[in-house]
């Protein structure tokens, strides 16, 4: 039998700067590197290379972004280059651009090809569906809920002998209430400068549309609790026109004010544990929604959309509140309710939030389970 350190895992996605996406590209590292294989992750550099090389692996600076056909077929040949000097054992892609060039490499090396479907993927147009076909034809397809094997049956036809289920996971032990000490809240707390006493909620979410930011400022102007803030904790990443729009958004409906910007945020057990309320409020159904669990592992109330993954991850009524998507109404409704409940609710609600996510989303299973597929291609 072979030892692990024959082996070499190369993880592609286009670049390695925020996101969920990219922390399940980190986690898989430090589980490859933990067993003594190689872990390699090429891609555009960006801030996270850092945790990539913490996390035991390697990054191998690779533009694998473009969509242009003729960019794909040099990224083919570029990955081919690379799994034959690094003898890889193993690709594994997280994105549909990198899939194409990845599929390509495997295939002209004859080692295993390994997707993951990590999101919903819309699918208008005849070329946009065969673009989402790549994530499906992997040797094995990961889906990281079971919303995503779902769509992913019946959009490619893909059967059980390829698919395997495998939940995104949260760290129980970075994300524990218990273990964040005052300081560092405090310290967020005066870098945000929030007012004490105000109830505060929080939408941690990149700035984009589809993510609700729209919808939760107007249900902020909607609340029967008119000292609530709202937090939106995300980078803009370049769409100043977006964000100019919320800005926008919050001074005609007279709670800019109440509305914070924060950008990224390095810390966010600590976030989290400043807020009272959790909210996720995306237009368009999550895949998995890393925060929603993360947010319950701190024992938060929190409040989805009720769609997609949202509808595994949230007990509605005994963990959090769903409520329909892009109906600002109903998430104040949600909001003024989760505010409304006495200290001994709000514990046990958090209690059992936590309880629940613990026992079903650890980031240790998302890792055996990868590492599962890729034992079973491996031999």
């Known amino acids: 039998m072979a030892n692990p350190s024959d082996y070499a895992i190369l993880q ?3 670049q390695l700067e925020t996101g969920g996406v990219e922390q399940v590209v980190i986690e898989l590292t430090e589980a490859v590197a933990r067993t003594g294989a190689r872990a390699l992750v090429a891609s555009l550099p960006g801030k996270l290379v850092p945790a990539i090389e913490r996390a035991g692996g390697t990054h191998i600076a690779l533009d694998l972004k473009s969509r242009n056909p003729f960019r794909m077929s040099w990224a083919g040949d570029q990955l081919a280059k690379l799994i034959k000097s690094q003898k890889i054992s193993l690709i594994h892609a997280h994105s549909r651009a990198p899939a194409f060039a990845a599929r390509s490499a495997s295939r002209r090396c004859g080692i295993p090809f390994v997707t993951t479907y990590h999101g919903a993927y819309n699918q208008h147009g005849l070329l946009k569906r065969r673009y989402n076909a790549v994530m499906a034809s992997g040797d094995r397809v990961i889906a990281i809920s079971q919303f995503i094997a779902a769509l992913v049956r019946e959009r490619h036809h893909i059967g059980d002998d390829k698919l395997r289920i495998i939940p995104g996971g949260v760290d129980a032990v970075r994300f524990d209430p218990d273990a964040i000490n005052g300081g560092r809240v405090e310290r967020l707390a005066r870098a945000w400068r929030l007012p004490d006493g105000a109830p505060t909620v929080m939408l941690p979410a990149r700035l984009t549309s589809w993510k609700g930011q729209s919808i939760a400022i107007t249900a902020l102007a909607q609340l029967r609790h008119r000292d609530a803030l709202l937090i939106l904790v995300g980078s803009a990443q370049g769409h100043e026109a977006y964000l100019k729009s919320l800005s926008d958004l ?14 990224d945020c390095a810390d966010m057990p600590a976030a989290f544990k400043l807020a009272d309320v959790v909210v996720s409020a995306s237009t368009d159904p999550e895949a998995f929604g890393r925060t929603i669990v993360e947010a319950q592992a701190m024992r938060r109330l929190v409040i989805a959309t009720d769609h997609g993954a949202a509808q595994e991850t949230i007990r509605a009524g005994e963990t959090g509140w769903l409520v329909a998507p ?15 409940l006495p200290i001994e609710a709000r514990i046990a609600r958090g209690a059992a939030a936590r309880d629940f996510v613990s026992a079903r989303y650890s980031v ?4 055996a389970g990868n590492l599962a597929v890729y034992h079973e291609l491996l031999g």
């Open 12 to 14: 592609v996605l286009p």
């Open 250 to 263: 919050a001074q005609s409906l007279d709670v800019a004010k109440r509305v914070l910007f924060a950008g």
């Open 326 to 340: 892009g109906d600002p109404a109903a998430l104040a409704a949600a909001i003024d309710d989760a505010l409304d």
């Open 364 to 367: 240790a299973a998302m890792q």
